[in-house]
């Protein structure tokens, strides 16, 4: 059985212009552990491939668990431009959870 983020951590997403702006908040310090080491960068930005440009930021904040990934040219252009249902990117922070982990 595979490991999800999901079943590690919660999210949270928002958008600054074509940027958009995914946390990803551990459970507990196990799960923090094991997203530090496996929730790359590269990952983050082989999930979001197929709606962002790139390049995709790793930010670590130990104190809060929590890993934030800023990923650029992610929006189509941004709210004042884009066409998409949710030009903030507010449901974006869902992709990061089906993230798949290794055992």
Do not use: C
């Amino acid at each position: 059985m595979s490991t999800l983020v999901h079943d590690l951590a919660h999210s949270r997403s928002g958008d600054k212009g074509n940027t958009s702006n995914v946390a990803v908040i551990a459970y507990d310090d196990a799960a923090w552990e094991r997203l530090q080491r496996q929730l790359t960068a590269e990952r983050v930005m082989a999930a979001y491939a197929h709606l962002a440009k790139g390049p995709v930021t790793r930010y670590e904040i130990p104190k809060l668990r929590a890993l934030n990934f800023v990923i650029e040219n992610a929006l189509a252009g941004g709210v004042t431009r884009s066409l998409r249902l949710d030009p903030h990117g507010k449901s974006l922070s869902t992709i990061v959870l089906g993230i798949e982990l290794e055992d």
